[in-house]
């Protein structure tokens, strides 16, 4: 029903920017709380940001709150990831996932949601 599919990760120095994108597919794009989430090698894939069916429902994790902004554009069926002053230990796949389930707010939780992305590199030097 829905497939997701991420771009604009990179490689970046410390301190820098960057924007991720990712496209969603379907009419029904703005139904979907949507989330980000990040994996490093040898670690668990974890919560980064989600977005709410609203805009004015955002969560982040502690370690990225106050530098990655997460949005949407409903009318371009896009959610977008804007990562500010990154740091070494941003390095990751970063991975747009969709939860269709309605659910009182937005969830950490990577089992929530139902429809994920490929991935995007992101690495940031030192």
């Known amino acids: 029903q829905v497939q997701l599919v991420e771009s604009g990760g990179g490689l970046v120095q410390a301190g820098g920017s960057l924007r991720l994108s990712c496209a969603a597919s379907?009419?029904?794009?703005?139904?979907?709380?949507m989330g980000w989430f990040r994996q490093a090698p040898g670690k668990e894939r974890e919560f980064v940001a989600a977005?709410?069916?609203?805009?004015?429902?955002?969560y982040y994790s502690d370690s990225v709150k106050g530098r990655f902004t997460i949005s949407r554009d409903n009318a371009k069926n896009t959610v977008y990831l804007q990562m500010n002053s990154l740091k070494p230990e941003d390095t990751a796949v970063y991975y747009c996932?969709?939860?269709?389930?309605?659910?009182?707010?937005?969830?950490?939780?990577?089992?929530?949601?139902?429809?994920w992305g490929q991935g995007t590199q992101v690495t940031v030097s030192s």
């Open positions: 996932a969709a939860d269709g389930t309605i659910r009182v707010r937005p969830s950490a939780n990577r089992n929530a949601y139902d429809y």
């Open positions: 977005i709410g069916r609203s805009v004015s429902f955002t």
């Open positions: 379907g009419r029904t794009f703005s139904n979907y709380i």
